[in-house]
């Protein structure tokens, strides 16, 4: 079969910054480690006032457009995975492909489009739609653009205020891929719950220590659900594990929880076993909450060995990277999280080539999916290409009342705050220019 996978990829960040530990924790009156060490964050990207989910979407596609020599021939499906929507009917892939047309000689009439929506793990969900289609022999031998984007943000005053972010990943999904190639084996865990929503709302309603409580069982089940189609995993079999990072700490939480899963019954356990004990079994216990608080014994040992801070070192740590300075971008947020792994591997001039990545994604709602992915040949020169790293140091640092006005321009309801002026200047890019006789969002390209 044909490998079907990312072929190539490019991001961008919204061009403003809020940082957590100078700016925010003071406003807060919270210690800035509660931010850095217990949330694991830096700093938020932000969207400047011209920005939105379309521009950031629209300027990563047309990077990577131009960086791959493509044209809009090239493209026969342009999805869009956004939980940031603006428009109930109108997909932001036509807004997209508008500005995109605006730039490049032909057009996207014969490319099918269309906007997928279930919380974060929508950005995957449209690389399966791509996978799909391209298996299914649909393709005409054109590749699949899927772009996640959002402006992450939460009511003024909410807990997850910090942990916003603005930005957008495009990928190219095609045959015979540059970075990595998916496999046809996932696993999902997938439930009807009510921890974060936004019902006919721009933010969202959260019940946040739940939710986390939830993200960490639908990955459960999910892995459960990988394992039952591609066997137990082995730990060595991954090089690195990209989870959906809505902050560094969930995702500690996580890995600490899928490590406990995947030693259970082997040797690894075994080895353990002489210094922390073997894992609590729930038939041991004379009820589930002895057997929950074993567990948490256990776990609060197990974080603490060397097997388990070695494996975590390598193999999750270094897909943090990004998300530390730019906060959840929702949609992108994993894409985010195997981007830093694979910069990881350019920093420690890891080969990498064969080898093998768990990619676990979430959305809220709830649902969690698990696959694997195999780096490819090209891999090293797609993600040498990024600019990412200039793109965030280049990020205008937003004093208090500045982000306070920010955020009022992007809150839709609120017409206060339109009038305040660009904290950056806009330069060969896509920018937001106002409104149209129906009520659409226009865009021009600003040279
Ligand atoms: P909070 O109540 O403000 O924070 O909200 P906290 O008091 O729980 O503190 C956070 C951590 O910092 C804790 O670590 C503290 O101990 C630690 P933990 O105990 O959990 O390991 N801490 C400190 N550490 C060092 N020094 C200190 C210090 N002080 C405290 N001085 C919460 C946190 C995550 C609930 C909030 O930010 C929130 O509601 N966020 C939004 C919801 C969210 O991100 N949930 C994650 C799972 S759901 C998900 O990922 C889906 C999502 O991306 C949406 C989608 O799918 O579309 C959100």
Excluded at 40 to 61: C, H, K, Q, R, W
Excluded at 145 to 164: C, F, M
Excluded at 214 to 228: P, Q, T
Excluded at 280 to 287: C, L
Aim: proline share 4%; hydrophobic share 35%; glycine share 8%.
């Amino acid at each position: 079969m044909t490998p079907v996978g990312i072929d190539a990829v490019e991001i961008w960040s919204g061009k403003l910054k809020l940082d957590l530990p100078n700016t925010f924790a003071p406003e807060k009156g919270d210690d800035p480690a509660k931010y850095t060490k217990g949330l694991g964050l830096t700093d938020s990207s932000f969207p400047d006032v011209y920005e939105d989910i379309v521009t950031m979407a629209a300027n990563a596609a047309k990077r990577l457009m131009d960086r791959e020599g493509l044209t809009p021939a090239d493209v026969g499906r342009i999805d869009v995975a956004t939980e940031s929507a603006f428009d109930h009917s109108k997909p932001v892939s036509t807004y997209v492909a508008g500005c995109l047309e605006s730039v490049y000689d032909g057009d996207f009439t014969h490319a099918n489009k269309g906007e997928r929506k279930f919380a974060c793990v929508a950005g995957t969900q449209a690389i399966d739609d791509a996978y799909n289609w391209i298996r299914a022999g649909r393709n005409r031998g054109r590749a699949a653009l899927v772009i996640t984007t959002d402006t992450a943000l939460y009511a003024r005053g909410d807990p997850g205020e910090a942990t916003q972010g603005a930005g957008a990943v495009a990928m190219l999904v095609d045959e015979d891929p540059s970075i990595v190639e998916l496999s046809t084996a996932q696993g999902y865990g997938s439930k009807d719950e009510t921890d974060f929503l936004k019902p006919n709302q721009q933010f969202p309603s959260v019940d946040g220590k739940r939710s986390m409580q939830v993200y960490l069982s639908r990955m459960r089940e999910a892995l459960e659900d990988y394992e039952s189609v591609a066997g137990d995993l082995e730990l060595t079999e991954f090089r690195y594990a990209p989870f959906h990072t809505p902050f560094p700490g969930m995702v500690r939480k996580a890995a600490l929880l899928a490590y406990r899963h995947v030693i259970r019954d082997t040797d690894h356990e075994t080895a353990l076993a002489e210094d922390i004990g073997r894992q609590p079994r729930e038939p041991d216990f004379e009820d589930r909450e002895a057997y929950e608080a074993a567990i948490r014994d256990y776990m609060d040992e197990l974080k603490t060995t060397e097997p388990y801070q070695h494996w975590y070192d390598d193999t999750v740590e270094p897909t943090l990277g990004l998300s530390r300075s730019v906060g959840n971008w929702y949609t992108s947020s994993v894409h985010v999280a195997r981007v830093s792994a694979l910069r990881d591997a350019i920093a420690r001039d890891d080969a990498l080539v064969g080898d093998t990545l768990l990619v676990a994604s979430y959305g809220s709602g709830a649902q969690a999916e698990i696959h694997a992915e195999t780096v490819c040949e090209g891999w090293r020169t797609g993600i040498e290409a990024l600019d990412i790293d200039a793109q965030l140091d280049a990020r205008y640092d937003l004093s208090w009342s500045e982000y306070e006005d920010v955020h009022d321009v992007h809150e839709y309801d609120k017409d206060l705050g339109r009038d305040v002026e660009a904290f950056t200047v806009p330069d060969g890019e896509f920018v937001f220019t106002g409104w149209g006789r129906m009520n659409e969002r226009t865009y021009e390209y600003v040279e």
